[in-house]
């Protein structure tokens, strides 16, 4: 069965995770996306904020997958697989983007779109639903931050954000499909085709400790695999990574 997608848009709102959550807490099924050209308290991981002025592509949507909390990990590079296979579709140079562990997307080193992955747990452990987050910098990329836009490398003129979102959903929908059907093999190996090389240095926040090691791959969960200074090999499953 295909995903019922609805779009649901907004000029202006503080958050179209919130709204998402807002509807998925009153049932709304599997399907229901949200975007807003503004949010006026955009939110990324670890309670940071997103900066969301017009210009940029914010959407979110709402998933109830048939897997269980191991399986999140896997779903959150998929999602960043999508992705990717969009953006390197507008650009000059495809291999300009880079994905870093777990969920981010990189263009010429800085980041270009982020992703935020929340859920519903119930109290058998079993996942309500899933709100998948989307920002991708489009025209404009925060000053302070290192942070890059997909205007200054694209080779199209207008990059339309209704368009980005509809490649973005059959992208994903068909690799929701494959990863449903087949696994989550190949899409392991498109994540890696993407993203940082073997033996690159990377930094790790877990908690509040700052691990250092090499990028050795991801695992079939999709945690991460690192060799620390001892050459061990290293499985990290929350954190951020730093290059
Ligand atoms: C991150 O990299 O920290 C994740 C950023 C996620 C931002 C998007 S913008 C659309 C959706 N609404 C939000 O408030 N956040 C996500």
Known sequence: ?????????????TSTQDIIKGMAGIGVP?????????????RGRFG??????????????????????????????????ALARVLRACMKVPDDLMLKWPN?????????????????????????WV??????NVEHAPRDENASSLRDYSFLKDISRDRLLED???EFEALYRMWINEGFSAIKQEWLSYAHKKDTTVKVRVGLQLEQGL???????????????????????????YL
């Not at 609805?6 to 202006?12: D, M």
């Open 168 to 170: 973005f959903l059959s």
């Open 1 to 13: 069965m295909p995903i019922p997608w609805s779009i649901e848009k907004y000029e202006e709102i």
């Open 215 to 241: 990028f050795h791959s991801i695992n079939d969960d999709g945690s991460l695999l690192l060799r620390d200074a001892d050459h061990r090999l290293k499985t990290i499953t929350a954190g951020e990574v």
């Open 131 to 136: 709100a998948v987050g989307i920002g991708v």
């Open 48 to 81: 940071r904020t997103w900066v969301s002025p017009p210009g940029n592509l914010y959407f979110s949507f709402l998933l109830n997958p048939p897997c269980g909390v191991q399986e999140l990990g896997q779903l959150s590079l998929l999602v960043a697989v």
């Open 104 to 128: 981010d997307i990189l263009i010429a080193g800085k980041k270009c779109a982020g992703i935020l992955i929340e859920t519903d747990i119930g109290p058998d452990q079993a996942l309500r």
């Open 30 to 42: 599997e399907g229901k996306v949200v975007q807003a050209q503004i949010q006026t308290q955009g």
